[in-house]
């Protein structure tokens, strides 16, 4: 009788495989993907926005590559309806999402000033601070707030 690893398929692939170069150029490809998405994609004036982590297929090593992202659009009526468009993209480029939860933007560019605010019925409070900081990244000269009023 042939003893099973009670580690599983994963360990057997690493300790058969290590090197194996197909799984490196696939591992390469998810990350330039995840790398090629961008941190924030968000309209101008007042809009629902989502918070959502993003991540590859789990790693040789067993790490998952993730970022967050953001994204508000007018075009919008519900949190859902942003989250579903987004998520559809990019599992089509095989990569997988969570919705981390919602709110409000109210992004005014011609005065340099950003207001995140509100939660999401649906998906719950997003982390606002968390929000703040990804939103600085782009748009560094702009005055951000963060408010858990509103809706």
Same mark, same amino acid.
């Given at each position: @009788? ?10 057997i ?9 197909v799984s490196r150029?696939f591992?390469? @490809?998810?990350d330039?993907?995840l790398?090629a998405?961008?941190?924030?994609d968000i309209?101008?004036g ?18 998952t590559p ?10 919008a ?12 993209a ?14 409000r ?7 340099k000033?950003?207001?995140v605010?509100?939660y999401s ?10 929000t703040r900081?990804?939103?600085l990244g782009?748009?560094?000269d702009?005055?951000?707030?963060c408010?858990d009023?509103?809706y």
């Amino acid at each position: @009788m042939i003893p099973i690893c009670r580690l599983g398929a994963k360990h057997i692939l690493r300790k058969t495989i290590p090197g194996n170069a197909v799984s490196r150029t696939f591992a390469k @490809m998810i990350d330039a993907k995840l790398d090629a998405v961008p941190v924030v994609d968000i309209d101008e004036g007042i809009f629902k926005y989502v918070l959502i982590k993003v991540y590859g297929k789990e790693q040789i090593d067993g790490s998952t590559p993730e970022k967050l992202i953001v994204r508000g659009f007018n075009r919008a009526q519900w949190h859902s309806d942003i989250y579903d468009e987004v998520s559809s993209a990019l599992l089509g480029l095989g990569l997988e999402t969570e919705c981390l939860g919602g709110g409000r933007i109210e992004n005014r560019s011609d005065l340099k000033q950003i207001k995140v605010y509100g939660y999401s019925q649906g998906y719950g409070k997003a982390d606002h601070i968390e929000t703040r900081r990804l939103l600085l990244g782009k748009y560094p000269d702009h005055n951000i707030t963060c408010s858990d009023e509103g809706y």
